[in-house]
T-cell receptor, first 114, second 115 residues
Framework: DGGITQSPKYLFRKEGQNVTLSCEQN?????MYWYRQDPGQGLRLIYY???????QKGDIAEGYSVSREKKESFPLTVTSAQKNPTAFYLC?????????????FGPGTRLTVL | AQSVAQPEDQVNVAEGNPLTVKCTYS??????LFWYVQYPNRGLQFLLK??????LVKGSYGFEAEFNKSQTSFHLKKPSALVSDSALYFC?????????????FGDGTTLTVKP
């Protein structure tokens, strides 16, 4: 899992609550990403950031928000507007946003809505 | 637009036999192709990538992949499978003709290697 940490490992949320998933990297990478993984659907991109103080929506950004105030941190907030948030969330980083850079992934956070 | 397909949900092989996990892609420009492996309840680990040059790419743990432009494929291979290779494998593509930073992942192929 390299130098990327995600916390918590497991998270339980009641309906109507916002929760924030932490992602920290010590790899000095410029680019960071958030993915959602559901069984049989692979990874879907939620948000990505190519540089500090900048981020872009991915394919399924509705109901999620992010910030990138520091190079090493890219927290994801799952808001009450996300209708089906139960999933495995993966954070990743890469040296830069160039197309040929591989991504390094954290260990993931499993979010369950009660 | 970019897309990637992994046509097999599951691949089963016997230990010691060769394995192939298939991946095909579609891009408008030139592809950058990646293979990742995921063990249960873990993040993905990078195995190998094709950027340019030699069509046969060698990666971690004895895996290799062959880029075939005419067939738009990038199949993952290993000459002799190990039980410890059992995991979920993802192919990913980036198009050099689209917005940098967005990779598209396949739905994954579960590889099971039986003793």
């Amino acid at each position: 899992d390299g130098g990327i940490t995600q916390s918590p490992k497991y998270l339980f949320r009641k309906e109507g609550q916002n929760v924030t998933l932490s992602c920290e990297q010590n790899l000095n990478h410029d680019a960071m990403y958030w993915y959602r993984q559901d069984p049989g659907q692979g990874l879907r991109l939620i948000y990505y950031s190519q540089i500090v103080n900048d981020f872009q929506k991915g394919d399924i950004a509705e109901g999620y928000s992010v910030s990138r105030e520091k190079k090493e941190s890219f927290p994801l907030t799952v808001t009450s507007a996300q209708k089906n948030p139960t999933a495995f969330y993966l954070c990743a980083s890469s040296i830069g946003p160039l197309e040929n850079n591989e991504q390094f992934f954290g260990p993931g956070t499993r979010l369950t809505v009660l | 637009a970019q897309s990637v397909a992994q046509p097999e949900d599951q691949v089963n092989v016997a230990e010691g036999n060769p394995l192939t996990v298939k991946c095909t892609y579609s891009v408008s420009g030139n592809p950058y192709l990646f293979w990742y492996v995921q063990y249960p309840n873990r993040g993905l680990q990078f195995l190998l990538k094709y950027i340019t040059g030699d069509n046969l790419v060698k990666g971690s743990y004895g895996f290799e992949a062959e880029f075939n432009k005419s067939q738009t494929s990038f199949h993952l291979k290993k000459p002799s499978a190990l039980v410890s290779d059992s995991a979920l494998y993802f192919c990913a593509v980036r198009d050099d003709n689209t917005n940098a930073g967005k990779s598209t992942f396949g739905d994954g192929t579960t590889l099971t290697v039986k003793p």
